[in-house]
Nanobody, 123 residues
Framework: QVQLVESGGGLVQAGGSLRLSCAAS????????MGWFRQCPGKEREFVGA????????SYADSVKDRFTISRDNAKNTVYLQMNSLKPEDTAVYYC????????????????WGQGTQVTVSS
């Protein structure tokens, strides 16, 4: 099993950009699909996007499509979330997770999570 550590969060103005990173330990990173989720206080964790084991396929929530891009570097055991045109409603704690492609969009099925990184978008 891998362990995940997110980084790259911070405060940004609306319209700005941030890139989050999720570094994984262990030698099995490339065997996992990777997902990004976010959560606001008092709300359920929300799927943001996911990327397949090879990195060739990505899937996004409608709310972030065309603004966010997920990529991965299996040689570096790292997955990235490039966030452009940020909006105040993107403010949340962002988490990465590891799992299988068939269930990577459903946080209920995932048991490998990072600690989260805060993203705050000011208006």
């Amino acid at each position: 099993q891998v362990q995940l550590v997110e980084s790259g969060g911070g405060l940004v103005q609306a319209g700005g950009s941030l890139r989050l990173s999720c570094a994984a330990s262990g030698r099995t990173f490339s065997t996992y699909a990777m997902g990004w989720f976010r959560q606001c206080p008092g709300k359920e964790r929300e799927f943001v996007g996911a990327i397949s084991r090879s990195g060739l396929i990505a899937s996004y929530a409608d709310s972030v499509k065309d603004r966010f891009t997920i990529s991965r570097d299996n040689a570096k055991n790292t997955v990235y979330l490039q966030m452009n045109s940020l909006k105040p409603e993107d403010t949340a704690v962002y988490y990465c997770a590891a799992g299988q492609w068939a269930t990577i969009r459903d946080w209920d099925f995932l048991d490998t999570w990072g600690q989260g990184t805060q993203v705050t978008v000011s208006s």
